[in-house]
């Protein structure tokens, strides 16, 4: 009898699968009230053509395949085969990700640089694929077309976001949504779902994600290997580096601070993560010597790294070392073109007095 | 009888609230001939011809545009110190160097949510209204995949305050098209 309902099922869920596949590329949940996948797609591909004209991508093929490759492994086989799973990075200081429909993940820099092993991104990978492969964005929209096609008096239930949100009542169309947010217009009708997906959905996500997580032996965290690390690390180089910038140059020192010892526990010998470390110096102690042993050892590692030599020169210079005079030499000697080239000779006027 | 005492006074009140009493501040268009711009703000510059002007003396600034402020705008702020801005927790302070005041507005334009790849193509000193000060001139990208190109000279003055003098404006025809101009203003720049 147990035998017998077994197979029973595994018929129900051979079936439902089949008949998921077949209706899938025409239209979701329900012929022509459905919600057509191909336009979708299509609107995919025009919004990834928008960040490309936008200058939005940041450019690093290796960590875009290595993501990649984690999506794909967390995907079933005939989701491999009918979506293009893949991952494009996003310039964006901004802690998101979110999916299009036709399989491609938008992850954030300042995402990516927060992630600190492989356990974590798959979490953030296995979460977006749930919405791709659940497809909350077809589902979305019809629920949004069932809100629309409400009187407008007619209170509707709202979104809940967030853990601890309570549900709300909202007294305003639905359509006055798609048309303030502008995006509706534009034509990447999902986007907007990207980022305030029902929290229904969130959790159906979350429920799909914990249990691929499990079936890819992610939940044995591997945070012990020293060497996996090391190289999950060094994959994210780039991307830390780019989020540190970005946090220096917004006097979050705090953020600055984690993402430069991330970088300088990578272990190499690197000028730049060196010198981002004494400019967070300069900037929180202008009048100090603090940060001239960071670019001590920038330059020891790499002894002509104009940035380095520029930052050192100006460190001793606010604080009237003659040293200023030897670091702004040597970089107005080998930095002709450089970018601060006039500003140095005009120090380096001083030195001649 | 009392009650048309009040319409009229009502009407009155009005009328001088219009004229110019408790009005907005409007745009003004620079006209030949008449193209100082006095110091109420603290300065004076030479309104180059056509340019249009308007100034917003709450926040101590004076926005010029020749096209239109999407193409090109020119801003002229007197930043009491310390001088704090909209994207960057740096200051400006009264002690700072020419090139460590220099760093905290090219922080503040690296971490603006609106810049995509800021590129610092010259940082130079240069002497504004007398004072030593700075030029930083470079490009930065949009989100609507559009260029503009920058141009900020900067500078403390009287140990109290920091004044900036920049020009944004689209790097295709835009810039080029007026850079010329807000140097002109910059150099007449006087207290």
């Given amino acids: 009898m147990y035998a017998y309902k077994v197979k029973k099922r595994k018929f129900s869920v051979v079936v439902r699968l089949f008949l998921a596949l077949l209706v899938l590329p025409c239209t979701v949940f329900g012929g022509g009230e459905g919600v057509h996948v191909e336009s979708l797609f299509a609107q995919a591909r025009g919004m990834e053509r928008r960040f490309q004209h936008q200058g939005l991508f940041f450019e690093d093929r290796m960590l875009e395949e290595y993501l990649g490759e984690i999506l794909v492994k967390l995907a079933l086989p005939e989701e491999r085969q009918f979506y293009n799973l893949r991952v494009r990075i996003l310039k964006s200081r901004v802690v998101n990700a979110f999916a299009a429909p036709d399989g491609t993940v938008y992850v954030t820099t300042g995402l990516l640089a927060r992630l600190v092993n492989e356990t974590q991104i798959a979490a953030v990978m296995v979460h977006e694929l749930g919405h791709i ?7 979305s929209l019809l629920a949004e077309k069932e809100r629309a096609l409400m009187p407008a008096s007619e209170p509707v239930r709202g979104r809940r976001r967030g853990r601890d949100a309570q549900p709300q009542i909202v007294e305003r169309d639905a359509y006055a949504r798609i048309f303030s947010s502008g995006i509706g217009i534009a034509g990447d009708a999902f986007q907007m779902y990207a980022h305030d ?15 691929r997580l499990a079936a890819g032996g992610y939940m044995n965290d591997d945070a012990d290997d020293n060497i996996a690390r090391v190289h999950f690390k060094a994959r994210f180089w780039n991307v830390i580096l780019y989020e540190a910038g970005f946090a220096l140059a917004a006097g979050d020192f705090e953020l600055a601070d984690m993402l430069i010892e991330r970088l300088l526990a990578i272990g190499v010998c690197n000028a730049a993560a060196l010198t981002m470390r004494g400019d967070m110096e300069r900037f ?27 930052s050192m020169g100006f460190a001793h210079h606010s604080i009237g070392r003659p040293d200023a005079c030897e670091y702004l030499g040597k970089y107005s000697e080998i930095a002709e073109d450089g970018v601060a080239i006039k500003m140095v000779r005009e120090l380096l006027l001083g030195c001649e007095l | 009888m009392r009650l048309r005492n009040i319409s009229l006074m009502a009407v009155a009140v009005g009328i001088a609230l219009f004229a110019g009493c408790g009005g907005p501040a409007s745009w003004q268009i620079a006209q030949p001939g008449h193209n100082k711009f006095p110091g109420r703000l603290g300065f004076s510059v030479d309104i180059p011809e056509n340019w249009m002007t308007f100034a917003d003396q709450p926040s101590r600034t004076l926005l010029l545009s020749r096209h239109s402020m999407l193409m090109d705008l020119v801003q002229i702020t007197r930043y009491p110190l310390p001088a704090s801005f909209g994207y960057t927790n740096r200051t400006i302070n009264a002690h700072m160097k020419t090139y460590e005041v220099a760093e905290v507005v090219i922080g503040n334009l690296r971490a603006s949510s609106g810049t995509i790849d800021v590129a610092i193509e010259e940082l130079a000193p ?12 470079g490009r930065y990208g949009m989100e609507n995949g559009l260029f503009r190109r920058f141009l900020i000279y900067g500078f403390i003055h009287d140990g109290k305050y920091y004044t900036e003098l920049s020009l944004y404006a689209l790097e295709d025809y835009y810039f080029n098209a007026v850079v010329g101009d807000f140097t002109a203003l910059v150099d007449s720049f006087r207290f």
């Fill in chain 1, 197 to 211: 997906y029902a929290l229904d959905f969130e959790r159906e996500a979350d429920s799909l994600g914990l249990a």
């Fill in chain 1, 133 to 139: 492969v659940k497809n909350h964005t077809a589902r």
């Fill in chain 2, 126 to 137: 240069y002497i504004i209204g007398g004072r030593e000060g700075f030029r930083i001139f």
């Fill in chain 1, 284 to 310: 929180l102690a202008p009048r100090s010597t603090a940060s001239v042993r960071w670019y001590e050892d920038a330059l020891r590692c790499d002894p002509g790294n104009r940035g380095a030599l520029l």
